[in-house]
Every structure is written in C-alpha cells, then in structure tokens.
C-alpha cells in the first residue's frame, strides 16, 4: 500500500482506480488550486509516495522538496509546462501526463472555436437575448464562409492533426501546416501542405489554429510582428497554452483591424485576461474547457491514475514524459 496526495477533487473513475488498487488516497478538500505554501504543509503531513498533480500546480524544486518520497508526479493534463522537468529529471522523479484521450475533444472544440468568431455565434446570442432583434436584415452580423478557405496548423501532432482532418473533411478547407518535423501521414490523408516556417502559413491561412506545446522556444511564437503578416481578415484560434501568443499584442491587433478576430481557450498569466480582452467583440473567449467533456475528464483521471499504479507496481508506467 502507497500514500497518494491529489491536489484537487477530479472526477471519482481515477481515485476509484487508486483505491481498488489498495492505496490511501488524500484529496485536498479546497474548492480551488492551492497555493503553495498549502501544497507544501499538505504534503509533508505524510511520507506520500505519489502526487496527482493539475496543470494549475506549479511544481517546483520547493514542491518536489516537500514531497521527498514522491518519486511519480503524475499530471492531470497533456500539457507539462507546470512542472520543472530539469529539476525532476535531476531528482529522479517520474513526471507522466494524460495524452491521447483529450485529442477528439480538443479538436472538436477548437472546430467550435473556429465555428463561433467567423460565424460571430457569441455575438448573434447576446444580440438575441438583448431583444434587439426587430427582424430579418440583409447584412445583419455578417460573418464568413469556411468551404475553400485556408485553415494553418501550427503545430500538427494528435491534436493539430485532428482539427485538419475535420477542417478538411467536415468543412473542405485547405490545409497548410508547420511543425519542426513535417507530417507525412497528415499530408497523404489529406493533401496537407507543409510550409517551413510559422510565417509562411501566417502569410496564407484564412484561420490560424495552434496546437504546439509550450516551450521556451514557442512562448510568444505568435507575437506583434507576426500578426502583422497575418491577412486582414484572417482569424487567430488558440487552444494550446496562453503565453505561446504576446495576448496584449493580439489585443492591440483586434483593436487595430490587423486581424479580424479570435478564438481563445487559454490565456497568457490565467486566469487573468490581458487588458481590453474582455471588451472586444471580435475575440470569442473561453475559460480553458477544451477537455471539459465528462468522458474525457473522466478518462484523464483512469489514466493519470493508471500511471501511478504502474509505476508503484515498479512497471514503466504508459504515458512518461
Ligand atoms: P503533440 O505533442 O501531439 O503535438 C505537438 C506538436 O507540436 C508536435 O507535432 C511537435 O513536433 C510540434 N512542435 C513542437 N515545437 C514546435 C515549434 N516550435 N514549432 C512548430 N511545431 C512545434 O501534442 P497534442 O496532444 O497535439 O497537444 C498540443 C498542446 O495542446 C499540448 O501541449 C497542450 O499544451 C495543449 N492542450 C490544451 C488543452 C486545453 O484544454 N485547451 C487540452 C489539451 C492539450
């Protein structure tokens, strides 16, 4: 038997897992992300052998620290820039993640994203609830057609992929990408066009969708010079990880008509909004629920679970990072 901390209540699949398993599992009871000074007095209240971590935890050589037995973090994400990863490394700590599950998901919200700021779906909503609507006008909210145009994939890995193969498949739009390495498999599904460099897709795409992880070397990958290259009238849909876009300057290019408009799940210091976000019709935002589905979320917690329990068993648990 192994003491287990998890960080924040997930869905009951995962702890059920822990528990069958014949471990002692401790969740924190708080109804929000702890801080650290709690995280830390939490986990030294017992010898814990595995920590269930959230992407909202940022995890620490001091956090590491105080849970000097844990040698599994397991996170409850796809994403694992909340974690140090050279200090666990030097640790000898096991960090896993939850990839693979959310894809669909992701994907299918990222199409949503797209679908609700070109066909300004927000908007026509609160139009509605308003009563401003006094009937039938010819150029009312208008928006724009998606059949023909140029979807650009930054980033074409599980999740990148996916929103191509639905653009293409679902709506015919063309597809141009960039990734570090080119996707084969992607361009014989469907006529995927690689370009190589993010400028030379931001120069072309009609929507520009992000699927890169963040890392030092996509932190502010989108930035004021590179919405610059972007089409007028092009659109800018991120469900990747806030600080990959400079936001003030993405505000300062919807305010300025350098793009027409956006799509946000994530955002640059969450849940904090850059100045003038908010206010802008032309930006649809939403609060980071591109996985929020039940059976995903449910799923994530079967397989961050699954991680721990392997790993506790001395196996090479499925989804080390
Ligand atoms: P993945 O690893 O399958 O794909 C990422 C792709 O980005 C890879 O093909 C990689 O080669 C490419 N890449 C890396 N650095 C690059 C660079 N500098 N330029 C261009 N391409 C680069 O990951 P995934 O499962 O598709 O997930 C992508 C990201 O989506 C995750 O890292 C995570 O941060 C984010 N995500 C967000 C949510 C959400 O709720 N909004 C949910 C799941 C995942």
Do not use: Q
Not at 58 to 63: F, H
Not at 260 to 281: K, Q
Not at 316 to 321: A, L, T
């Amino acid at each position: 038997m192994a003491n287990i901390y998890v960080t924040r209540k997930i869905p009951e699949a995962g702890i059920s897992l822990l528990k069958e398993a014949g471990h002692d599992v401790d969740i924190s009871d708080k109804d929000g992300v702890l801080t650290k000074e709690e995280l830390i007095k939490a986990l030294k209240e017992k010898e814990y052998d595995a920590v269930l971590c959230l992407l909202t935890d940022k995890i620490d050589t001091e956090i590491y620290e105080a849970a000097g037995n844990a040698k599994i973090f397991a996170n409850y994400a796809v994403g694992y820039g909340n974690l140090d990863m050279d200090e666990a490394k030097k640790r000898g700590i096991t960090v896993t993640n939850t990839p693979g599950v959310l894809t669909d998901t992701v994907s299918e919200y990222a199409m949503a994203l797209i679908l609700a700021v070109v066909k300004r779906i927000p908007e026509g909503d609160k139009f509605t609830k308003e009563l401003r609507y006094d009937g039938w006008a010819p150029e009312l909210l208008l928006g724009s057609d998606l059949k023909g145009k140029t979807l650009g994939v930054l980033g074409a890995g599980r999740i990148g992929s996916s929103v191509a193969i639905r653009a293409k498949r679902g709506f015919e739009m063309n597809i141009v990408y960039y990734d570090i390495k080119p996707n084969k498999i992607l361009e014989g599904e469907i006529e995927a066009e690689y370009k190589d460099s993010v400028d030379e897709v931001l120069k072309i795409a009609d929507v520009v969708t992000i699927h890169v992880p963040l890392l030092d070397s996509t932190r502010h990958l989108i930035n004021k010079e590179r919405l610059a290259m972007m089409k007028p009238t092009a659109y800018l849909i991120n469900t990747s990880r806030g600080p990959v876009v400079d936001e003030k300057a993405l505000v300062e290019a919807l305010n300025n008509g350098i793009i027409h408009g956006a799509g946000l799940d994530v955002f640059e210091d969450e849940p904090n909004l850059a100045h003038g976000l908010p206010e802008l019709t032309n930006a649809v935002i939403t609060p980071h629920i591109a996985s929020a589905t039940r059976e995903t979320r449910g799923k994530m917690s079967e397989i961050a679970a699954t991680n721990i329990i392997d790993f506790l068993d001395g196996k090479e648990p499925p989804n080390k990072v």
